[in-house]
């Protein structure tokens, strides 16, 4: 039985192994682009055809776990090559290892274990390939052409121009380790705005894999061997860029790696990832939803870290109107939705393409539906329903007891165009309309924010949100409202717990390094804290109505219900009574007409005096005249 064994050997070691079929000609194809050696395509080869026989498999895991030399012996007599030839083409530095298709253990493993492939790796060199663009499939793929624009990012107009700068350099001075991060909000234009990029410098754009065929996440570690064979296999190539997506998983996350030289010398994660950015021939975008849970060190060696925020209005709106053509949309509408910053190209992208598909055609539907998938979306992202604050009607100053002239103060704020306004005053006497009629004059939109907007329940994330409103303020060129200002800026001294005093610090900070039109609005000025007070170039006061402004609005909400004015012969009466009532705003006009309306009252003279008596005496002062001395403003 032996000697037929052993005739047996004789005969198969006589006849040369046939390299013919997809596997051989998919690793000449990787050989000529990587530079691997005859001895380390053999091994490449190897490795995957045991993968495919379950019989050398156990053959090999009866070996036990295996020391690198032993390895080596192991591959020398299989291969039938010297054991000299099989240490330099396992040289970590070298094409095979450190192009990340096969990676080597320095622990005492099983050989499939010891001597393991890039994910995807196996099947790609098993199957017939065109192209070694199709090879590299598993790893890579080329870049979708960019959906948007540069005048899409108008808020980002300057760090791209220096992104740009900064490739075209590197690239003409060969640079190594050029990483760029991007991180921001889901569905912001991140991916988009990589694209962008290498299409603005000229460049030939490649994103890493983040998954496999079958929709299954790779490990950190199975990313970061597909991202170094991206490394590898670009390194030569001209005018070349790498995006890597998703990341904040992989850089927090750092797994256990080894770089092994002659002995098993483990690298920490840390120091091994920051190697690795510091040494890529490929530039790279790397992208993340967030990044304050990264380690700082590994921060640090990013060249360029960009925070991606939602596009502003006008761009919001721009890139609505373009995904809703048509769609039976109106432009208020279309000027309503954009004006809601939780939107993001992304979200309104999926929406309008799932109502196109289900073929809406009305009007109305179709608004309504939009409003319910993004809200239903933005639920369940966690950002919770969001009052959408109504828009003031007519408005005129003729309505409004201020006191300044605000014709002549909406002029100058249309020449300067930055400043920092406290308005204050009872509720209802049109501060808040105000705000809105000088974002419209100076034709500039109007980041209209109140406690509910910025107050959260996490330690921190209010001062956060704070910044975050005058930065996105500042990029949209909106005019800043904060109303219920005083819930922010209350008097330090009456301070109970430490965030009271921080929240208020972060205030005062932001308003003093903000350089566009900050305003505030508040119905208690006294409990204002004094160092807000003095930040305020401007302190306008906005009053109940005088006697005849009381009369004009009388009459203006009348012709607005469609109701007759009062006769002749009624007009002195109801001036003297409407005069006596000294603490009407605005506001209880409005509010008095809505009242009417939905008790079905007829809209006459006198009962629409009625239902100002009755406003008036539900406020504090019961509609009373104040006699004796009093503080003055």
Not at 125 to 150: M, N, V, Y
Not at 154 to 180: D, F, K
Not at 375 to 397: D, I, K, S, V, W
Not at 445 to 465: C, F, H, V, W
Request: charged content about 25%; some cysteine.
């Amino acid at each position: 039985m032996v000697a037929l064994i052993t005739l047996r050997r004789h005969e198969l070691e006589a006849n040369p192994p046939v390299r013919e079929g997809p596997l051989f000609d998919n690793v000449k194809l990787l050989a000529a682009r990587l530079g691997l050696g005859v001895v380390a395509q053999e091994i490449l080869a190897f490795r995957v055809m045991v993968r495919t026989c379950r019989e050398l498999e156990q053959v090999l895991d009866q070996l036990g776990p295996l020391s690198e030399s032993r390895l080596v012996r192991i591959l020398s007599l299989a291969l039938k090559m010297g054991a000299r030839e099989i240490e330099q083409a396992l040289d970590p530095d070298g094409p095979l290892l450190g192009s990340a298709l096969m990676g080597l253990s320095p622990m005492l493993e099983p050989f499939l274990q010891k001597l393991r492939l890039a994910p995807r790796l196996p099947n790609a060199l098993l199957r017939r390939q065109e192209s070694l663009e199709d090879l590299i499939g598993f790893a890579t793929s080329k870049a979708e052409a960019p959906t948007l624009g540069p005048d899409d990012y108008p808020h980002l107009r300057e760090e791209m121009t220096l992104v740009c700068r900064y490739l075209n350099a590197a690239m003409s001075g060969r640079l190594a380790g050029v990483n760029i991060l991007l991180y921001g909000p889901p569905g912001v234009g991140k991916t988009q705005l990589a694209r962008v990029i290498a299409r603005q410098v000229g460049f030939a754009l490649y994103e890493v894999t983040a998954s496999g065929s079958g929709g299954e996440q790779h490990s950190p570690s199975e990313r970061y061997a597909i991202y170094q064979f991206n490394q590898r296999l670009f390194a030569r190539e001209q005018r070349t860029i790498l995006l890597f997506d998703e990341v904040e998983d992989a850089l927090s996350n750092l797994p256990a790696i080894y770089v092994v030289h002659g002995n098993a010398q483990p690298q920490h994660g840390k120091a091994w990832i920051n190697r690795l950015l510091e040494q890529n021939p490929v530039p790279a975008f790397w992208i993340a939803n967030r990044v304050d849970h990264i380690d700082p060190a590994v921060l640090r060696r990013f060249d360029y870290v960009l925070e991606v925020r939602n596009p502003p209005r006008s761009v919001r709106r721009r890139i609505l109107g373009k995904l809703m053509e048509g769609l039976p949309v109106t432009d208020p509408w279309l000027d309503e939705q954009a004006e809601d910053e939780r939107i993001s190209p992304a979200l309104s992208d999926r929406a309008v393409r799932l109502l196109k598909t289900a073929g809406v055609a009305d009007v109305a539907i179709a608004e309504k539906q939009f409003c319910q998938i993004v809200e239903n979306n933005l639920t369940a992202q966690g950002h919770g329903a969001r009052p959408r604050y109504p828009r003031p009607g007519h408005y005129g100053f003729e309505f409004v007891n201020a006191s300044v002239d605000l014709g002549l103060l909406c002029d100058n704020l249309a020449r300067r165009a930055k400043g920092k306004l406290l308005l204050y005053g009872p509720p209802g006497s049109g501060k808040t309309a105000f705000a809105h009629h000088l974002a419209q004059a100076l034709d500039r939109p109007l980041a209209l924010k109140r406690a509910s907007d910025i107050i959260s329940m996490y330690l921190g994330q209010t001062e956060k949100n704070i910044a975050r409103m005058f930065r996105d303020a500042a990029s949209d060129d909106a005019v800043l409202l904060l109303d219920e200002a005083d819930s922010f800026l209350q008097d330090r001294q009456n301070a109970v717990r430490s965030w009271e005093v921080t929240e208020v610090n972060e205030l005062l900070t932001q308003m003093e390094c903000f350089e566009g039109l900050f305003l505030c609005a508040t119905n208690f000025r006294e409990n204002l804290d004094s160092a807000a007070m003095r930040r305020f170039g401007l302190k306008v006061k906005f009053d109940y109505l005088d006697a005849g402004q009381s009369w004009l609005m009388f009459v203006r909400t009348l012709t607005d219900a469609g109701a007759d004015g009062p006769s002749p012969g009624d007009d002195a009466r109801i001036k003297r009574e409407l005069s006596a009532l000294s603490n009407l705003a605005p506001g209880d006009f409005t509010a008095a007409k809505q009242r009417m309306e939905l008790m079905g009252e007829n809209a006459s003279a006198d009962d629409l005096l009625k239902t100002l008596r009755e406003e008036s005496r539900l406020k504090p002062n019961g509609g009373r005249k104040r006699i004796g001395f009093t503080q003055t403003e």
